[in-house]
């Protein structure tokens, strides 16, 4: 089966490289801007593609919204089955990019664009078909993650780790997407829509790690605690409950040895239990690998089912004591279990609260120009 | 879909009971002994099963290799799809099975027979087709897994935790085939013909958890190290590897957090690199989770390819550091890193021994009457 590949980026390429040795499967024209035709497989037009009899699939791999909506409609109308790499697009349109796929009797996948080489979103839509998924979630943001660990084995500082991540090519110029949450909340849009044919657009509660101290890093170390920025996502009646929140896991817990970028999933099936996947979150080859395990698995498998529709997020019904750092004068706005005042800081760890009223709670303090860092407190 | 189910102990009654609330399929037929028949859906002659067009698919979870390989070969014959979790049939007569399922159009799957509800063959099985594993394996026996964990988070010794993992149901009576590592090694056996197209037959390392003292754990805990029944696999020029043995892993390996009887399977794939996958590895609902999980994929995914061929399997390119407690007598036989003697007990870590010249100083001592407990050294 010849496929053909929108972008060749760094995953691209990989793309590329790892469908010349799958056997069953050849690259196709690859489609570049204007003017970088520099090889004979490059194309710059899209016309080129969906006219192309022998082209079967298309890896969309290019990002964005736009022109990827654009063109991703016009391979499925020509009746070619897609795989996508793209998180956005799937949050934006999957769910009409789905019911086209279905029209034509093609397949449209994307498992690469939550938790890259980690086979989460295939495993997800294989186990809600038989099982009952209670929960979902991990450490899906592998630039968060690099950064938190190195502040927790090395002692450094935000700024430091930041600086680090960038040079490394794990952060962005704008780091804002990872740093603040957002990336994280896109997956596990695309995770909810795939479990429970519910996609969340709206009512979400999102924190990042942007508030974290090298201070916070050895208080909670002290007692033994270790710091991921997790996701979570399950049922809640007729919607769903999506956040992302720094979490604090006791040490033997499979989320402390998720270490420098790579990523964890997790989803726990009534009847399986729970199942944790870990492996790399980005990079060429990873993502790529999930591209193509994808184009392997065409026309097995559907990631949106016709009864996937968009929904409010709705977080309330979920609670948990919070560890909270902030200034002594908000003391008042906490129930504490346990707290210290260590000359104007105050630490403390909360009774039980709803997650959208710790997440208001912070944003309130920082409204007033206060300071605060929080995480849940793994049970 | 209407699915036949052969066997209904423990697994047989957890694949009815999910059939009958998974979309698309639905249970049929229960094949029991002669005598047992005290439901209209219980039947007692394999006849009625192949001989009924209503049912597609069999699920063979009765275990044991006769009559379980002829009633697979009969509803292959009558062109059901069959899948199982018995993982001596597959050993035995898998080959010959899936070649008789290729001739018949239909598909033989086995998930549930390696890692109970972890996901690990069918992602093996697609992760084979187009990347190239380097590298798999893991903790795939519960029952060693929940001793070694109570010993290490207990303090308790051998004797004391067999009792309690007998007591729990989690082992045997004759609890030989878990302790010796002998369930493990069937389990690598299915994992190496999904991914390299060979079934080692013979040729194997293999050591269990017999050998192994609270005062090994004391010893080797404060070092900071904490012990595993680890299965190992892999390429080896034409043939594979494998072989089981206890591991000794540092604090933030994720072996360490798979706790009481849980499992953790893992494949490394050139391109997606080291994936990780964590779960309940027995138990009713999670394995037949991993059964209804084949049911719902029938048609889409081959395990045993048409190259699959036995093998003897070649540890000889397998080398690593050893922990070794033994008698101070035997000192001469090991070349040590570095080695402490304390009264007539030796410990020590060794230089990197092949893995079957261990084994098989290992036997030797324990033939002259001699003591010894070993662990590989995780680099």
């Given at each position: 089966?010849?496929?053909?590949?929108?972008?060749?980026?760094?995953?691209?390429?990989?793309?590329?490289?790892?469908?010349?040795?799958?056997?069953?499967?050849?690259?196709?024209?690859?489609l570049?801007?204007?003017?970088?035709?520099?090889?004979?497989?490059?194309?710059?037009?899209?016309?080129?593609?969906?006219?192309?009899?022998?082209?079967?699939?298309?890896?969309?791999?290019?990002?964005?919204?736009?022109?990827?909506?654009?063109?991703?409609?016009?391979?499925?109308?020509?009746?070619?089955?897609?795989?996508?790499?793209?998180?956005?697009?799937?949050?934006?349109?999957?769910?009409?990019?789905?019911?086209?796929?279905?029209?034509?009797?093609?397949?449209?996948?994307?498992?690469?664009?939550?938790?890259?080489?980690?086979?989460?979103?295939?495993?997800?839509?294989i186990?809600?078909?038989?099982?009952?998924?209670?929960?979902?979630?991990?450490?899906?943001?592998?630039?968060?993650?690099?950064?938190?660990?190195?502040?927790?084995?090395?002692?450094?500082?935000?700024?430091?780790?930041?600086?680090?991540a960038?040079?490394?090519?794990?952060?962005?110029?704008?780091?804002?997407?990872?740093?603040?949450?957002?990336?994280?909340?896109?997956?596990?849009?695309?995770?909810?829509?795939?479990?429970y044919?519910?996609?969340?657009?709206?009512?979400f509660?999102?924190?990042?790690?942007?508030?974290?101290?090298?201070?916070?890093?050895?208080?909670?170390?002290?007692?033994?605690?270790?710091?991921?920025?997790?996701?979570?996502?399950?049922?809640?009646?007729?919607?769903?409950?999506?956040?992302?929140?720094?979490?604090?896991?006791?040490?033997?817990?499979?989320?402390?040895?998720?270490?420098?970028?790579f990523?964890?999933?997790?989803?726990?099936?009534?009847?399986?239990?729970?199942?944790?996947?870990?492996?790399?979150?980005?990079?060429?080859?990873?993502?790529?690998?999930?591209?193509?395990?994808?184009?392997?698995?065409?026309?097995?498998?559907?990631?949106?089912?016709?009864?996937?529709?968009?929904v409010?997020?709705?977080?309330?019904?979920?609670?948990?004591?919070?560890?909270?750092?902030?200034d002594?004068?908000?003391?008042?706005?906490?129930?504490?279990?346990?707290?210290?005042?260590?000359?104007?800081?105050l630490?403390?760890?909360?009774?039980?609260?709803?997650?959208?009223?710790?997440?208001?709670?912070?944003?309130?303090?920082?409204?007033?120009?206060?300071?605060?860092?929080?995480?849940?407190?793994?049970?």
């Amino acid at each position: 089966m010849k496929v053909a590949i929108l972008g060749f980026g760094t995953v691209g390429v990989g793309v590329y490289e790892m469908l010349e040795n799958c056997a069953g499967l050849e690259p196709g024209p690859v489609l570049v801007r204007p003017g970088k035709e520099d090889r004979p497989f490059k194309v710059s037009s899209m016309e080129q593609i969906v006219n192309d009899p022998e082209v079967s699939a298309v890896a969309e791999v290019m990002g964005g919204i736009e022109p990827a909506n654009t063109y991703v409609t016009m391979a499925l109308n020509a009746g070619k089955h897609v795989v996508t790499s793209n998180k956005a697009l799937v949050a934006a349109h999957g769910i009409e990019l789905a019911q086209l796929a279905r029209l034509k009797g093609v397949s449209f996948l994307f498992s690469a664009a939550c938790g890259g080489g980690v086979p989460f979103l295939h495993n997800l839509a294989i186990a809600s078909q038989s099982d009952e998924i209670l929960a979902l979630g991990g450490i899906l943001n592998g630039t968060t993650n690099f950064m938190l660990d190195a502040m927790q084995s090395e002692g450094k500082d935000y700024g430091d780790v930041l600086k680090q991540a960038q040079a490394l090519g794990y952060a962005e110029a704008d780091p804002t997407a990872d740093v603040s949450g957002l990336d994280a909340l896109r997956k596990i849009m695309l995770a909810c829509a795939v479990a429970y044919d519910k996609l969340p657009v709206d009512g979400f509660d999102r924190e990042g790690i942007e508030s974290i101290t090298a201070a916070d890093v050895a208080d909670f170390q002290a007692s033994g605690l270790t710091c991921r920025l997790i996701t979570s996502g399950g049922p809640a009646g007729e919607s769903v409950y999506a956040y992302v929140e720094p979490v604090l896991f006791p040490a033997n817990a499979p989320e402390c040895s998720v270490v420098k970028n790579f990523n964890m999933a997790r989803y726990n099936g009534k009847n399986a239990g729970a199942i944790v996947l870990m492996g790399q979150g980005a990079g060429r080859y990873p993502t790529a690998s999930a591209v193509v395990r994808d184009l392997c698995g065409l026309g097995a498998l559907e990631m949106l089912r016709p009864a996937c529709a968009k929904v409010q997020a709705d977080n309330s019904a979920c609670a948990h004591p919070y560890y909270v750092r902030t200034d002594a004068s908000r003391a008042g706005l906490f129930r504490f279990r346990e707290s210290r005042l260590i000359g104007s800081v105050l630490r403390g760890v909360t009774e039980p609260v709803a997650v959208p009223a710790m997440h208001a709670l912070a944003n309130k303090i920082r409204e007033e120009g206060g300071s605060i860092f929080f995480a849940a407190m793994e049970a």
